[in-house]
């Protein structure tokens, strides 16, 4: 018996250890420990307490950017209401300047929830079993078509070069992945400037690509990019109708795919996302 306690003392000491991390211990020393067995459970618990600290952070981050965002049109609302409930004199132009801000600010906060829903869904895998057969190319088409109004009045030139290609997957996750990107596209090149759209596929991959001539994106900011809420210029994105979600949903949409997504931008280039899909989306 008293061999027995002795062997499994270790045990009670890694238990009550596991237990103090709550506590406010950073990590566990895997060699406070006799066995390799332990040595190896200290290990794996330092890396899912790791993964753990890591996703509450970022879940606190998100929320603060996210209460931050939605104040911004909420704030705006509640001050145009309450200058045209007050017992102010205002013109029919006034009036009318202050409804428009008020339907402005309005859509503005329709698109920053609907954002964040998608997003939600998307990290938490909640559409990735309802698949179906898509027209990729259809899709891309309908999604400039949605812009048009937009590209005539900026006088913007889009260039088309799309395959007939066929996709099994979940028909919102590739909506959202087209339509961000050429949305970003329309949205920040250059007035009177180009939008150049590429589908193709081969046997292993589709291959979807999208560049437009606006003003690059410096290379400190690129790797960030995908990030929620980051932006290069908050008052210029914001401007655009942008709510700094739409590149972040990219991302997951494309990795719910089993692909990838790559931005360059340069001098030359402008700024150029490809997106790479395995032609099997089984993950």
Known sequence: MKKFLIRAAPVTKLRDDIMNLDAGWRSLNPEAYPYKELQDIAQNVNTLTIESRRAAFLRRDFFTNASH??????????????????DVPLG??????????????????????????????????????EKEEIDLAQL???????????IEQEQLRVDVEIESVTLC???????????NLIVNAVNYTRPNGRVDIRLAANAEEIIFSIRNDGEPIPLGHQPRMFERFYRIDSGRSKAAGGTGLGLSIVKHAVESLGGTV????????????????PQSTEK
Do not use: W
């Open 92 to 129: 029919e132009a006034q009036k009318r300047e202050l409804l428009q801000r008020i339907g402005i600010e309005a859509e503005r906060l329709h698109s920053l929830i609907n954002d964040i829903i998608m997003i939600n869904r998307l990290e938490s895998g909640e559409t990735a079993g």
């Open 140 to 150: 891309i088409r309908e999604c400039v078509d949605e812009l048009m109004t937009q």
């Open 262 to 277: 790559r931005l360059e931008s340069d001098e030359r280039v402008g700024v150029l996302f490809t997106v790479v899909i």
């Open 69 to 86: 965002e939605l104040k911004t049109p909420i704030t705006a609302i509640k001050g145009s209401a309450e200058l045209l409930c007050a």
């Open 169 to 179: 997957a979940n028909r919102k996750n590739v909506y959202e992945m087209c339509s």
